[in-house]
């Protein structure tokens, strides 16, 4: 069957994509990559903040099909950690995929399917940053706005998300003296 062309309308002040489907993501779902465990604990006691949201355009998940959405991520930290994306791999591992920062401020982690090469980079407004195929990716918001940007991928790439649950990523980002700086994490398993 012949599928139909169509728009939808991405608004880069709230990054609203319509018509879309939208995902949410509490601290709850992400709580276990953070470093410090005992305030996650004290925050979750209080209250779950809302950390990002997706919100995809509708698209077949078949071969030859763009998927593409935006993410809102929250300005927030749990401790001096920046709040940031799950972060996965996609099962098809030869899939690249694009990240177009519309608003606020970030940092993109990527690594290779061993961690042995890891890259950071920003994200900002104008930013196209380009996630080859094999390369984990995790985003993070380190301004004081929401960080928002458009994704475009293969729609039939799929995410596998159970890999970074086990090994996390070989880097974090985090807020010292009012600086944003990237270390090593020391959680993460390869
Ligand atoms: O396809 C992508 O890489 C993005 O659209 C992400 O899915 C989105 O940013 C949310 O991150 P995650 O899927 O890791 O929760
Ligand atoms: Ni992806």
């Known amino acids: 069957k012949l599928f139909r062309p169509f728009n939808v309308v991405v608004d880069f002040e709230t990054g609203n994509l319509t018509p879309g489907k939208k995902i949410t993501r509490y601290l709850s ?25 997706v919100i995809y355009a509708e698209v077949p998940e078949e071969p030859g099909h763009l998927a593409h959405c ?27 995929e694009i990240y177009f920062t519309l ?14 090469e890891c890259e ?22 380190v301004g004081g706005e929401p960080l928002i940007f458009y994704c475009i991928f293969f729609a039939d790439a799929g995410h596998d998300y159970a890999t970074i649950d086990k090994t996390g990523f070989p880097k974090v980002v985090l807020e010292r003296n009012g600086e944003v700086v990237v270390e090593n994490n020391p959680n993460w398993k390869k």
């Open 29 to 53: 779902d992400i709580q276990h990559f953070f470093l410090d465990k005992e305030k996650v604990k004290a925050v979750l006691a209080k209250e779950n903040p809302l950390v990002y949201e």
């Open 70 to 96: 935006t993410t809102i991520i929250y300005p927030g930290k749990v401790g001096n950690e920046f709040f940031f994306t799950k972060g996965h791999l996609h099962e098809k591992l030869e899939t690249a």
């Open 103 to 116: 608003k606020g401020q970030g940092r993109l982690i990527m690594a290779s399917p061993d961690g042995e």
């Open 120 to 141: 950071v980079l920003e994200m900002f407004p104008g930013s196209a940053s380009y996630i080859p195929p094999s390369w984990s990716h995790r985003s993070v918001n």
